[in-house]
């Protein structure tokens, strides 16, 4: 299984970037998605989570800027940032909850990460 993660780049401060994330390889069934980020030196911390049923969390600092969203279909997760300000510059992480086939539990897979720049 792996999580190809794409879509980040350099962008202005006020201005959106829209990440994606896709899924691939053999597995059962794909739990809750989610986003994470991490600057350089410290903690990664959670960003935003989808549950199957389209739930949705936020961190406090993204809430009403961030949008995640998942297509099943495709096996891919999406974060639609808006109004990004240099505290956003980030390797952002996209992570998922999958099954392997032969009903095995749930395991948290990651994908590469890709950097986002906001420059003020």
């Known amino acids: 299984v792996q999580l190809q993660a794409s879509g980040g780049g350099l962008v202005q401060s006020g201005g959106s970037l829209r990440l994606s994330c896709a899924a691939s390889?053999?597995?059962?069934?794909?739990?809750?998605l989610g986003w994470d980020r991490q600057v350089s030196g410290n903690a990664r911390e959670l960003v935003a989570r989808?549950?199957?049923?389209?739930?949705?969390v936020y961190s406090d600092s993204v809430k009403g800027r961030f949008t995640i969203s998942r297509d099943n279909a495709q096996s891919t997760v999406y974060l639609q940032m808006n109004k990004l300000g240099p505290e956003d510059t980030a390797v952002y992480y996209c992570?998922?909850?999958?099954?392997?086939?032969?009903?095995?539990?749930?395991?948290?897979?990651w994908g590469q990460g890709t950097l986002v720049t906001v420059s003020s």
């Open positions: 390889g053999s597995f059962d069934h794909i739990g809750t």
């Open positions: 992570n998922a909850g999958i099954r392997l086939r032969g009903g095995r539990p749930y395991y948290t897979y």
């Open positions: 989808i549950t199957t049923g389209g739930a949705t």
